[in-house]
Every structure is written in C-alpha cells, then in structure tokens.
C-alpha cells in the first residue's frame, strides 16, 4: 500500500526567506507520481508541482521546486523567496500511475506561515 | 486551465434529509471524477472514484448506499449524502481528470472549489 508521510504539522517563515516542506512515501511500485499542492483558507485546491518517478531532474515551476530523492523516497518542496501569499496548507500527494493522474493519496499536510 | 466547478459551495440541511452536490468540469470532458472528504485540518481522504456511464468505485470503509455517485455524462458528477446525519459534516471536494486528448504532460486531476455540508 501507498504511503504519504508530513512530519511538519506547522511551520513559520520570515517573508523573503527560502523553505522547505518535508515529503516521504512509501510504494513497491516503480511508476509513480508526486504532487505538491496549496489549500488556502478558502479550500480550493491548488496544483503547485508535478514529479514522476522516472524523471531524472528535479521539477521546477516558478518558486516551487521538487527535491526528489528517489532512493531515500522523499519528494520535499521548495519555496524561494516565500511571499505573504504563501501562507496556506501544504498537501504532499502521490498517485499510482506515472503518466496519468488516477487514484492520488495525500498527506497529513503542513501548515506554513509567513511573518512580515 | 481546465475549471471544475461544484454546486452548492455550502449547504446545511436537517438531520435526515439527502443532499445532492454536483461537479461540473466546465472546459473539458472528464472521463473520471473522484470524490473527496475533508474533516477540519485534516487531509484529503479519498471516497470514491467514478468513470462516465459506470457504477463508482468507493474505498474502504465508504458507504456506498450512503453517498450515491453518479456520473451520467462526461461533464457531470453528482454525489448525493443520504439520510444525512451530523457526522456527515464535512468539506466534500471533487476533482476531474480529462480524457487522453490533454495537453498537459501528464494526465492531470483538477480539483472544483469544495462543497461544506453542514447538517444539523
């Protein structure tokens, strides 16, 4: 069975500074997919970041980026320069299918809050 | 991007009574719709999975006689909480996944803006 694990119930961050929210699964199998998404108060679900597991480099999607680490099987996010905006819910998420987004379990999520 | 779409985004109704919540992907054909529920700062728990002119596939432990899913067309899902009781509260999120005409590099899942019951 898939597995999803957040360490960090919460976290807060200086604005402008660099953070990085902690993702580790657990899967036997060798097609996958991990995602990273924002849930703000408002509740929509946010796609921020996309890695498969055959993807030999990082993913990188503005201020995001995906420090995947296939052997120690973990995919933690990266924010640079984190903006007052960024303050939300952090869901780490992963789906069994590498090239199609089928059944997606989703961690515990992290709470990140940004200081002025 | 594709935009889901769900209808009511609150309701609150008496103990008893049966809800009907719809998804609609609004720019795409979605060949899949899954169903999420979501308790205060929790996560995401998935409910059920439903393909177009298919009965729903619903995860472990999900009462399917319970939550009624349908997906009678490529646009359209609904899913209908019977006989709602207050442990039926919660935030419920669908999201949409197209067919394989996308664009994106990988089949991606676009979540509508969540529905929250709240049954007294």
């Known amino acids: 069975a898939q597995k999803i694990t957040q360490t960090q119930p919460g976290m807060f961050v200086q604005e402008k500074e660099a953070v990085t929210l902690d993702c580790t699964y657990d899967?036997?199998?060798?097609?996958?997919?991990l995602f990273w998404y924002k849930q703000p108060s408002s509740g929509e679900m946010i796609f921020l970041i996309y890695q498969g597991s055959y993807d030999e480099q990082n993913a990188t999607e503005g201020r995001y980026s995906l420090n995947f680490q296939k052997a120690r099987k973990s995919a933690n996010l990266v924010i640079s320069a984190s903006q007052l905006g960024d303050s939300a819910m952090y869901f780490c998420?992963?789906?069994?299918?590498?090239?199609?987004?089928?059944?997606?379990?989703f961690g515990s999520g992290t709470r990140l809050s940004i200081r002025p | 991007g594709a935009v889901v779409s769900q209808h009511p985004s609150w309701v609150i109704c008496k103990s008893g009574t049966s809800v009907k919540i719809e998804c609609r992907s609004l720019d795409f054909q979605a060949t899949t719709m899954f169903w999420y529920r979501q308790f205060p700062k929790q996560s995401l728990m998935l409910m059920a999975t439903?393909?177009?002119?298919?009965?729903?596939?619903?995860e472990q432990g999900v009462e399917k006689d319970k939550f009624l899913i349908n997906h009678a067309s490529l646009t359209l899902s609904t899913l209908t909480v019977t006989s709602a009781h207050p442990e039926d509260s919660s935030f419920y999120i669908c999201s949409a996944r197209a067919g394989v005409e996308t664009q994106s590099s990988y089949n991606e899942q676009f979540f509508g803006p969540g529905t929250r019951l709240t049954v007294l």
């Open positions: 899967t036997s199998d060798q097609s996958y997919g």
């Open positions: 439903s393909n177009e002119g298919s009965k729903a596939t619903y």
């Open positions: 998420a992963m789906s069994s299918d590498y090239s199609s987004a089928s059944k997606i379990i």
